[in-house]
């Protein structure tokens, strides 16, 4: 089950908030406090997380940036119509959905499909960096592994390369083992 979590600042809109995610599948955890949101995104993963707006002490605006910018999770602000684009203006560039007030259950229900796919396709490129970072780290500590066999053996870039991987094949280990055993051995 998805999980979202609700700020806004009465009882009723979100309840009427998380009723509506609950028929798209989610789990709501609702709050009226702006800090308690902010503690319970340190302490839980969420794939949404909706603001409707103002809240207690602050618009929502700054809370939504907050929150784009330190979760993986979509953000939802919801807004007076009126203000709609005064605020899509701000926060657009920071992946928030801005929703006016009515909210149309309907359109409600092509949103929350639209940050679904988003968020596949965010934590896909989120995955693919990842495995990019791993395989420069990899290939840094390699390089290093290599750089200690030219200066330490006198070893060509070639021979090093070739030494590497034939330990790593010998010994049946990847060759990022084979180049931190070099690098213990022959770092002082």
Do not use: W
């Not at 801005?98 to 965010?122: A, C, D, G, Q, W």
């Amino acid at each position: 089950m998805m999980k979202a979590l609700i700020v806004s600042k009465t009882e009723s809109s979100l309840r009427a908030v998380a009723s509506l995610l609950s028929k798209e599948g989610y789990e709501a955890e609702c709050t009226i406090e702006v800090e308690h949101a902010r503690f319970r995104l340190t302490q839980e993963d969420y794939d949404l997380i909706v603001i409707n707006t103002p809240l207690n002490g602050e618009s929502g605006v700054e809370f939504s940036l907050y929150c784009a910018e330190q979760t993986k999770a979509c953000v939802i602000l919801i807004v007076k119509e009126e203000r709609a684009i005064e605020i899509f203006n701000v926060v657009d560039r920071h992946g928030v959905l801005v929703i006016s007030r009515p909210i149309n259950k309907h359109l409600f229900h092509h949103y929350l499909i639209f940050t679904r796919s988003f968020k596949e396709r965010m934590l896909s490129v989120h995955r693919e960096n990842e495995k990019l970072r791993t395989q420069l780290e990899e290939s840094a500590i390699i390089n290093r592994a290599k750089l200690l066999l030219i200066q330490c053996l006198s070893m060509t870039e070639q021979q090093a390369h070739r030494y590497i991987e034939k330990q790593a094949m010998n010994m049946r280990t990847s060759k990022l083992n084979i180049a931190k055993q070099v690098i213990r051995t022959y770092e002082n």
